[in-house]
């Protein structure tokens, strides 16, 4: 048997031996390429436009449809079905399928409220409301300003006592024959 002609016929047709065909951005299924056009609509962009494009329409629409935006545009249905969107031209421009990546673009820190920077204010002092806070802080800078003028005083005493001098017996003074004088 000849195994070297059924090779030959293999590799006239050009088929792929590898065992994981590797995989090319621009290769897509009809249902992908659907739903990357359907992306491009949703988000009102011309088609193949640059990921900062993609991430500014998002951005805008999600401002608008986001339920928390108090605009009366705001919808749920069209909030996730914008995300999903960016998501999708997210992968096909990046060619990435690291979500966390994707996450990391959607869910930015500069996009997210500080929530937490209320309780930053009056120096960590009082508990309860913004008004309440406030009058804690204020009485609390009044103490902490009483207890620095004592402090202050306490010291200022204390070293008008290390001051005063002393009266010392006046020792004998010895004179030399050259003149000068010596201390005992």
Known sequence: MNFNKPYTILLSRLVCFE????????????????????????????????????????LELAKKYHPDSSSPDADIDKFVATENAFRTLSIHNTGSQNLDEVDKIVFDIRHTAPQHRQ???????????????????????AQKAATNVLN??????????????KKESVKHDIKTKYGLERLV
Not at 152 to 165: C, P, Q, Y
């Open 19 to 58: 065992p994981f065909p590797r995989l090319n951005r621009s290769v897509y299924t009809k249902s992908q390429q659907k739903q990357i056009e359907e992306s491009y609509k949703i988000l009102n962009i011309p088609p193949n436009s640059s990921q900062d494009v993609v991430k500014s329409a998002f």
């Open 152 to 165: 202050h005083r306490i010291s200022k005493a204390i070293a008008s006592d290390k001051t005063l001098m």
């Open 119 to 141: 309780y930053l204010s009056f120096e960590g002092v009082g508990y309860g409301t913004p008004s309440q806070r406030l009058q804690q802080y204020t009485q609390a800078r």
